[in-house]
């Protein structure tokens, strides 16, 4: 005689109300922040290798913040492509830098919008790096020290601009440090600091690079930023020296390649996480989508899904509107 099984689990999967009822993991467009690209340019420019994503005029990135906002998704982050660039990269900082610009138009229409400033260089260097350029022992790289004094700069800029929220992601020694003093000093002690804390020097960024214009003209990145074969010691020695020094947020970034990463985060602080869905993992998504390779809505509810299971409790994600409006109809 078959022995027949007396605990069913299967029973908790038969419908969509007992799947929904026994979730454990939960999306909502308040875990998304949405991504900004914001160019001095007179028109809208569709990014070719990010489909559905384009670099904004200021009023076209207004009415793309208040999209998000009317499908509850409560904050944007900003990326500037200015229209000069130059070897220290002064429209960071500049009063009317186009970020500076964009947040002012952002919180004038939607003052209860979180806005959020990526504080870095590599769009407005000329040379594509995140700081002052040198060499060292025949290699191209960013000279820490002398870069802090302009990401401090950026930051308060972007502030006094009406930033809610500054994202230092140029993965320089003491960065938040010297942007939490100058913040304190400047008076905006009120003003979190997003720490881009682990964020490794990976493949996944080609896209972005593309659209903000940001491929280094010599060298590359991998002497600031993180080793893609790095262990855990080194996350978690980037993420205790930026709690340290006054982070309010901590960072992972990209998101898919280093979810371990993220959970051994998540077990050792307390702070929140945030994690950054980049634009090789959305280029990836996008391309097999649109070759009918892939079911785009189920492939990404269930990556972000992932994400949020690994410890999130925010995702920076182009897919941002796709998925708060799949939720809405979904509830």
């Known amino acids: 005689m078959t022995v027949l099984p007396t605990v069913r ?3 908790l999967r038969r419908t969509a109300s007992l799947r929904a009822m026994t979730r454990e993991v939960r999306l909502h467009p308040e875990q998304f922040i949405h991504p900004i690209f914001v160019h001095e340019g007179a028109e809208d420019q569709p990014i070719h290798s990010m489909p559905g994503v384009s ?6 990135a207004v009415a793309a913040a208040q ?12 990326f500037g492509i200015p229209e000069h660039k130059d070897e220290i990269g002064t429209g960071a900082y500049a009063e009317d830098g186009i970020v500076q610009q964009a947040t002012r138009a952002i919180k004038a229409a939607l003052p209860d ?14 040379h594509g790096h995140c700081g002052h ?10 000279d820490n020290d002398p870069t802090l ?10 502030a006094q601009a009406g930033a809610d929220i500054v994202a230092p992601s140029a993965m320089m020694d003491g960065q938040i440090a ?5 913040l304190d000093v400047a008076g905006f002690g009120h003003i979190p600091v997003m720490s881009y804390a682990v964020k490794y020097a990976s493949a996944y960024y080609g896209p972005f690079r593309d659209a903000a214009g940001s491929t280094p003209s010599k060298g590359d990145r991998a002497s600031y930023q993180m080793d893609p074969a790095g262990g855990y010691r080194e996350a978690l020695r980037e993420a205790r020296i930026d709690v340290a020094e006054g982070a309010d947020f901590l960072m992972v970034k990209p998101a898919l390649a280093y979810l371990d990463v993220l959970k051994l985060l998540r077990d050792h602080f307390d702070l929140p996480l945030v994690t950054y869905n980049v634009s090789g993992e959305y280029a990836l998504v996008k391309a097999a989508a649109i070759a009918g390779y892939m079911d785009e809505r189920r492939t990404v509810l269930e990556t972000l899904g992932g994400m949020v299971r690994a410890g999130a ?18 509830r």
């Open 9 to 11: 689990p299967r029973r």
């Open 67 to 78: 999209e998000a906002w009317s499908l509850g998704i409560p904050s944007v982050i900003l």
């Open 313 to 330: 409790n925010a995702i920076i994600t182009y897919h941002a509107i796709d998925a708060a409006r799949w939720l809405a109809e979904e």
């Open 178 to 182: 010297a942007i939490r003093a100058a």
């Open 149 to 158: 004094e302009l990401l401090a700069k950026t930051a308060v800029s972007q």
């Open 55 to 60: 670099r904004h005029t200021v009023a076209s």
């Open 133 to 142: 350029l040198c060499e060292v022992a025949g290699q191209w790289t960013v």
């Open 113 to 126: 919008l979180t806005v959020i400033a990526d504080t870095c260089l590599c769009e407005y260097t000329s």
